[in-house]
């Protein structure tokens, strides 16, 4: 059972070391992995849980008990004369003693029921990393989206100034401004969405971790760049190691057998000890041996286990609810294993994706622009070779974008499945860009 529970509980310590050890290099509070670290500590589901866990404790301590003793006290309203005097009153303390091992499988369930909730705690954890991180990754793609816009619309402002200037020096048609002006006004439309929809996204942001709605986030600018360490096929089985579901599930079954252990034990009598003595007096008459003594009386009783249909029943049900937790078990196994792969086609899709805006498309469509603006200059292009070129740079740009945020929302899923880091989330995809234009300049230069 305490390994089931320090498998649990080693969760929120190895996604604490996660979002520390991922962007240890900055420090500033509106990070990833300061939002990580205050999510596991401000979080009110997860405080919950937690308030849970330290219940079932509680209750651990409570389990496999001996109940309480009972002191009983007589006062004889009428004495009863007896040889050696009248008996007054009596007093006597008894003890229940249950059947050999009830207690031992008692003070078990109750650490089940602990492992249980142990392992609640740790499912709540990845529940509330997934949910900081796929939401932190979809207010990264907001604000990266809106420096997109943000660019297009300056080359869209810079090219309706060409335009009217070409249209004032008879080069150009109204038509030509007309259109650069249409395209313009749709963007600014876009810019105004994605402004609108920075709200819900920080409130959300914001309950989870456990502050103030209207507190304030920066938009980030960059997608992180989410890239899986480990290998597909050692996912699934990482998580039958792992996951925080499958550890429940585990624990579900042994507690129904120790249910089942429990339950042969009711066959069995209960016993009860007592001890009583008997306040007498001196006797009136004579002087008989013992007069006045208080006689001790020592008792054992047990109650008699005749009604064998109901304790029959009892054990039914226990083993029911082993073959229910196990049936459990197998489905939370495949359930787990399909939204793994789900997930592993996901960032298989989102990496074909990346590779095709990054590497191919965006780098034509830039090129197709440069020539459009060149064309255009000299007078052999028309303003509508521009536009369409820069509507392609934009789409490819939002659509690179979106595969980096997908791709990272796959790597979150994942991690939350098998219960386990996954992948590095150390670098945006802006930087690596950067870095590999430098160091093929650099390679230029040398050759």
């Not at 990264?140 to 297009?152: E, K, V, Y």
């Not at 914001?206 to 209207?214: D, F, H, I, K, Q």
């Not at 793994?340 to 095709?356: H, M, S």
């Not at 929302?409 to 802006?430: K, N, P, R, Y």
Request: neutral net charge; hydrophobic residues 40%.
């Amino acid at each position: 059972m305490k390994r089931y529970i320090c498998a649990c509980l080693c969760c929120l310590p190895v996604l604490i070391l996660t979002s520390s050890s991922v962007l240890a290099a900055e420090k500033d509070k509106n990070t990833l992995a300061a939002y990580l670290e205050q999510a596991l500590v401000g979080n009110d589901s997860l405080l919950a849980a937690q308030a849970e866990l330290r219940a079932a404790s509680a209750r651990v301590r409570q389990a496999g008990v001996l109940p309480d003793p009972k002191l009983e006290v007589q006062y004889y309203l009428q004495p009863i004369e007896t040889r050696t005097g009248p008996q007054q009153a009596a007093i006597g303390i008894g003890q229940g003693l249950p059947w050999f091992g009830k207690l031992a499988l008692m003070r078990k369930m109750g650490d089940h029921d602990e492992a249980l909730a142990a392992a609640k705690v740790a499912a709540a954890e990845l529940e509330v990393v997934r949910q900081v991180k796929e939401t932190y990754i979809e207010y990264c793609f907001l604000g990266r989206s809106q420096q997109i816009l943000s660019d297009n619309l300056e080359l869209l402002h810079y090219l309706e100034g060409v335009a009217r200037d070409r249209y004032t020096g008879g080069k150009a048609t109204y038509f030509d401004v007309l259109k650069v002006q249409v395209e313009l006004a749709q963007t600014e439309d876009k810019v105004r969405t994605l402004a609108d929809q920075t709200m819900p996204l920080r409130v959300r942001l914001n309950n989870l971790l456990g502050t103030g709605p209207e507190r304030s986030r920066p938009l980030p600018e960059q997608l992180p760049r989410v890239v899986l360490k480990k290998k597909a096929e050692t996912i699934y089985p990482l998580a039958l190691k792992k996951a925080p579901l499958l550890l429940a599930a585990q624990e579900r079954i042994a507690k129904a057998r120790t249910g089942r252990e429990l339950a042969d034990k009711a066959f069995f009598p209960d016993f009860q000890i007592s001890l009583k003595t008997i306040f007498t007096g001196s006797a009136e008459y004579g002087d008989p041996p013992d007069s006045g003594s208080d006689p001790v009386i020592a008792g054992v009783s047990m109650n008699i286990p005749l009604f064998r249909e109901r304790r029959h029943a009892r054990v039914a049900e226990q083993e029911t609810a082993v073959s229910g937790a196990q049936a459990m078990e197998a489905e939370q196994q495949r359930g787990i294993q399909n939204k793994i792969e789900q997930g592993l086609y996901a960032y298989r899709d989102a990496e074909r994706r990346v590779a095709l805006y990054r590497d191919e498309l965006l780098p034509k469509v830039r090129q197709q622009l440069e020539v459009a603006v060149s064309g255009f200059q000299s007078g052999k292009n028309s303003i509508l070779e521009i536009i369409d070129a820069e509507k392609s740079l934009l789409t490819f740009d939002l659509a690179k974008s979106r595969a980096l945020a997908d791709r990272a929302l796959a790597v979150a899923g994942l991690e939350a499945q098998a219960g386990a880091v996954l992948a590095s989330w150390t670098q945006d995809e802006q930087k690596k860009t950067r870095e590999e234009k430098k160091s093929k300049t650099e390679s230029r230069s040398d050759s």
